[in-house]
């Protein structure tokens, strides 16, 4: 059997309808977990995207429709996973926002969605998740942080204090949650070809891409490919850890 086979497990991604997160539930799927897709905004799409995971890849996947805003719907998201499942493996922390401004522009609304969507959701379902997981003495949660949380950048205070929060709740969780079985390692993505990276004026987006040592923009499958390294048993003796998938990006 392969070490990257994730038969038999459940894993659940965080913002997961698109992008980043989106090609990781399709690469757990490939490799045969039972994936967990999450999203905020239409269960019509959310709906879709489960029925195409089952049509491509067989098994048995689930959508869980939840503002990462309101505890109480990552709980009820959480309970509907186990009544499902009745197990959680791989929980994938992948949802955020940006909110780019200088110091002097820094609106209170934008620090309290960044820091709620950022790091408070992320604490709230790793709290339920290693509830799950400490029923089978085993788990891989996987928080997606950025180059911009452990490097900083003009402009980003905000988003990359948010984070690097993430950073902190990787390095604390690891230690608390190793004598469960449980491991906890970060990812800190570069300049990734998203709909948020397109969004950016050319002139912006040339000069970061010029930025990277390798030459291209990062893809969603470089960064989910690292996460299905994390969530493998190829990485069972690695926990707090920080990955970068940034291809040498200067910042």
Known sequence: MS????????????????????????????????????????????????????????????GILADIRDADAIRTGLRQVFSKFKRLDVLVNNAGILDDALIGMISDESIAASFETNIV?????????ARLMKRTGTGSIINVSSIIGVEGNVGQI???????????????????????GIRVNAIAPGFIDTEMARSIPAHVFEERVSSIAMARIGTATDVA??????????????????VGVDGGMVI
């Open 121 to 129: 959701s992320a604490i709230h379902f790793l709290q339920g998740s």
């Open 158 to 180: 905000v988003y990359s204090s948010s984070k690097a929060a993430l950073l902190g709740l990787t390095k604390s969780a690891a230690k608390e949650l190793a004598g469960s």
């Open 225 to 242: 490919n690292a996460i299905l390294f994390l969530a493998s048993d190829l990485s069972n003796y690695v926990t707090g850890q920080v």
């Open 3 to 62: 070490l990257l086979d994730l038969s038999g497990r459940v894993a659940l991604i965080t913002g997961s309808t698109r992008g980043i997160g989106w090609r990781t539930a399709e690469l757990f799927a490939e490799h045969g977990a039972s994936v967990v897709v999450h999203g905020r905004g239409s269960q019509v799409n959310l709906d879709a995207r489960v029925a195409e995971l089952g049509a491509r890849f067989g098994g048995a996947h689930l």
